[in-house]
């Protein structure tokens, strides 16, 4: 009868014409259907690499300088911006300036100067922290001695944090104040740091464990981001009227 055929169209699904196409199609393996598909699918992946790829280059051109106080990391600044030798005085805020890289690509990077003053762990903003492509980890070699325990509590703090293992800047850990005669050289500190996280590794919690699962001591190749260790000075072997012996640092933040 009419009634029951006004019933049935109404509780038929408005959609299922167009199902029923898709279906159609599918089983009917149109190549053009198939193809659009695939790279309708392709665009969005490449979309998303891309949004996720260019972020991630473009957010992150900041090179930090930490380091305990007296470090030698405001001199440093002022060294690799303008070469010049600046008296300073314990710095209360950060500084920031952008830095030519030395290298044919012309890498500029913003250089960021934190003081020394505050704890590890509030030492790095947030912010600063994930902007980091690279960290400048200042050592003062000529009383290393005194302070590596300090030192490594320090560095401790920075690998084991989030963001910074999240982003793995590169370290760059540098020996600074070599001018000094009783200067301790870098590889002796990259020694004696790996001993002491060792011991903070075990004393605090497996944040540090090797990647491989491997029990054993520490070594800065087990972690997950590039760690150099270089030698300079800020002051250089002329104090004042001469120049700043950072070569070598200079050339490290050149293959950044
Ligand atoms: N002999 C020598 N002295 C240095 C060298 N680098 C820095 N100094 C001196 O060490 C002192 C501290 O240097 P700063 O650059 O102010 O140290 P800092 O790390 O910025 O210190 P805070 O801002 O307090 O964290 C200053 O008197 C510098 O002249 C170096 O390579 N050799
Ligand atoms: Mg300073």
Known sequence: SLENIVYVEMTENPFEPY?????????????VFLIGVVVALAVVV???????????????????????????????????????????????????????????????????????????????????????????FVVDSAIFQKEVRDVAEFLYVLVTDTVISRNVPDLLVACNKQDITMAKSAKLIQQQLEK???TLRV???????????SVGDFEFSQLP????????????????????????LEKSLAKL
């Open 203 to 213: 004393t605090r919690s497996a944040a540090l464990s090797s990647q491989d699962g």
């Open 19 to 31: 199902i029923e196409s898709l279906r159609q199609q599918l089983e009917d393996q149109d190549p």
């Open 46 to 136: 490449i979309t998303l690499f891309l949004k996720y790829f260019l972020t991630s280059k473009t957010v992150r051109s900041a090179v930090l300088l930490v380091g305990l106080c007296d470090s030698g990391k405001t001199l440093l600044f002022s060294r690799l911006l303008s070469g010049k030798y600046k008296r300073t005085q314990t710095s209360i805020t950060d500084s920031s300036a952008p830095y030519k890289a030395k290298n044919d690509r012309g890498s500029t990077w913003t250089l960021i100067d934190l003081p020394g003053h505050d704890s590890p762990q509030t030492s790095v903003p947030g912010e600063v922290k994930s902007a980091a492509r690279a960290i400048v």
């Open 225 to 248: 981001m590039k760690v150099e260790f270089l030698e300079c000075s800020a002051r250089g072997s002329k104090g004042e009227d001469g120049d700043a012996d950072i070569e070598s």
């Open 196 to 198: 002491e996280l060792n």
